[in-house]
C-alpha cells in the first residue's frame, strides 16, 4: 500500500525496528535516558526551552491537556477556527464550560491576523486563543508568527500543531507561543500513540490557578515525573523508542532540509493535480506544505476515485471530512515521503480518474 493520508504517515524500516525493541523498565535508568534524549530531541523541532511532556494518546488528547491546564470554566477564550480541527479545539474548550468567542472562516479560507487582533481589542477579557497550524482538513497553514504578534502576550497562546510540528518552521519561543502540540503519527514518522505537549513557563502558572477538571493530563503531575526521566502513567515505550529513532533521522537530513523537501513535495503535487484537473483548495500564500486538498474535477464522484485508488492501485488517499465529504481529495505528504510515492498518486489517479466519474441520472 502506498499510504498518503494525512497521518497515520508511513514509517522507516529503521523506525519500525526501534519500535519492535524488547521493553525496558519505565521506572528504571534506560527508560530516563531515553525519555530525556527524546525530549531534547523535540524541543529542537518545537524550538523551545520550555518543558515538552509525553502521554500516551492521540493529538485530541493533547488539545484536551491545553485546556484543561491552562483554564478554569467560565474564563473567555477566542477559538480561531479553519476547518474541522479548529472547530475541535473550540468544542473541547465548550466541553469544558468555557466561555468560547469563535472566529471561523469559510473552509479553505486562512485565519487572518487583523481579524484576530481586532476581535481581542474588542474582547479584552480574553484569557486564551486557540488556533490551528495546519488545518489537516481543508490543507490550509495559518501564519502563527502574525497571529502570535496579533496576540502580543494579551492572552496564552495555544497551537494545535498535531500536523505541522517537525515539517514546517515552528518557532514556540520565537513567536511566543504558551502551548504547543503534536502527534507521533504525523511529521514524527512513527506509530500513533504518542501525544507531545510543550508548555511555557506562563502556562505553567496559569496551571496553578486554573480549575478545570484533569487527572489524566494534569502537567503538574507530568512536570513532576519527567524531572526524574519518568511519566505519571505507563509509557507508550515502543513509540517512544520509535520516536528516539526518527529523531535521529530527521536530524541527520537536517531541519532546513526537511521543511525544503515538505516544501518542494507540496509544489509538486499542486502542480500534478492542477494538470489532472483538480482545483487546489485554499489562498495560494496558505497552501499546505504537509497536505494538499483539491476540489474534484467537474462530474467526478469522490467516494468512487478513493475506494478505486485503494482497490485498484494500492494507493490509499483521503477524501474530505464533514461538509467536505465526497467535494475533496487530500494527499498526504509529510513524514517519510518523496517525489516517487507522489509520483505513484499520480499516475494511480490518471487512471482511476476516467473511472470515477458519477454515473449519469437514469434517462427516461
Ligand atoms: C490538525 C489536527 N489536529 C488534531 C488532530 C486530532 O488528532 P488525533 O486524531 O491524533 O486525535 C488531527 C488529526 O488528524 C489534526 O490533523
Known amino acids: 500500500m502506498n499510504l498518503r493520508i494525512p497521518g497515520p504517515t508511513p514509517v522507516p524500516p529503521e523506525v519500525a525496528v526501534a519500535s519492535s525493541k524488547e521493553m525496558i523498565d519505565h521506572?528504571?535508568?534506560e527508560f530516563a535516558s531515553l525519555l530525556r534524549s527524546v525530549a531534547a530531541g523535540l524541543q529542537r523541532w518545537f524550538k523551545t526551552a520550555s518543558d515538552i511532556y509525553l502521554f500516551p494518546g492521540s493529538g485530541t488528547g493533547g488539545l484536551e491537556a491545553a485546556i484543561v491546564n491552562c483554564f478554569s470554566p467560565g474564563d473567555p477564550v477566542l477559538a480561531v477556527s479553519i476547518g474541522v480541527f479548529g472547530d475541535r479545539f473550540a468544542a473541547i474548550a465548550r466541553a469544558f464550560g468555557l466561555n468560547v468567542i469563535k472566529y471561523g472562516v469559510e473552509y479553505g479560507r486562512y485565519a487572518d491576523?487583523?481579524?484576530?487582533?481586532?476581535?481581542l481589542a474588542q474582547h479584552p477579557e480574553v484569557k486564551g486563543v486557540l488556533v490551528t497550524h495546519n488545518e489537516t482538513s481543508t490543507g490550509v497553514t495559518n501564519d502563527i508568527a502574525a497571529i502570535a504578534r496579533a496576540v502580543a502576550g494579551q492572552a496564552l497562546l495555544l497551537v494545535d500543531g498535531v500536523s505541522s510540528i517537525g515539517a514546517l518552521p515552528f518557532d514556540q519561543d520565537?513567536?511566543?507561543?504558551d502551548v504547543a502540540i503534536t502527534g507521533s503519527q504525523k511529521a514524527w514518522m512513527s506509530p500513533p500513540g504518542v501525544v507531545m505537549v510543550?508548555?511555557?513557563?506562563?502556562?505553567?502558572k496559569a496551571m496553578e490557578t486554573a480549575t478545570c477538571p484533569r487527572f489524566y493530563w494534569d502537567f503538574a503531575k507530568a512536570r513532576q515525573?519527567?524531572?526524574n526521566g519518568q511519566t505519571f502513567t505507563t509509557p507508550a515505550v515502543s513509540v517512544i523508542f520509535a520516536l528516539e529513532r526518527a529523531l535521529q533521522l530527521m536530524e541527520a537530513e537536517g531541519q532546513e532540509q526537511v521543511f525544503a523537501r515538505h516544501r518542494e513535495l507540496a509544489a509538486y503535487t499542486r502542480e500534478?493535480?492542477?494538470?489532472?484537473?483538480?482545483r487546489i483548495m485554499g489562498d495560494a500564500q496558505h497552501t499546505s506544505d504537509v497536505v494538499t486538498a483539491a476540489w474534484l474535477p467537474e462530474g467526478v464522484d469522490g467516494k468512487k476515485l478513493v475506494g478505486l485508488m485503494r482497490e485498484e492501485h494500492g494507493v490509499v488517499i483521503s477524501g474530505g471530512q464533514q461538509s467536505l465529504a465526497g467535494k475533496i481529495i487530500r494527499v498526504g505528504h509529510l513524514g517519510w515521503v518523496n517525489k516517487a510515492d507522489l509520483d505513484g498518486v499520480f499516475q494511480a489517479l490518471r487512471q482511476a480518474l476516467p473511472k470515477a466519474m458519477a454515473t449519469p441520472a437514469a434517462a427516461h
Open 27 to 29: 521506572r528504571g535508568p
Open 113 to 119: 491576523p487583523v481579524e484576530v487582533r481586532r476581535l
Open 174 to 177: 520565537g513567536w511566543g507561543v
Open 198 to 204: 510543550s508548555a511555557s513557563p506562563r502556562a505553567l
Open 225 to 227: 515525573y519527567a524531572q
Open 272 to 278: 500534478q493535480l492542477t494538470a489532472l484537473g483538480f
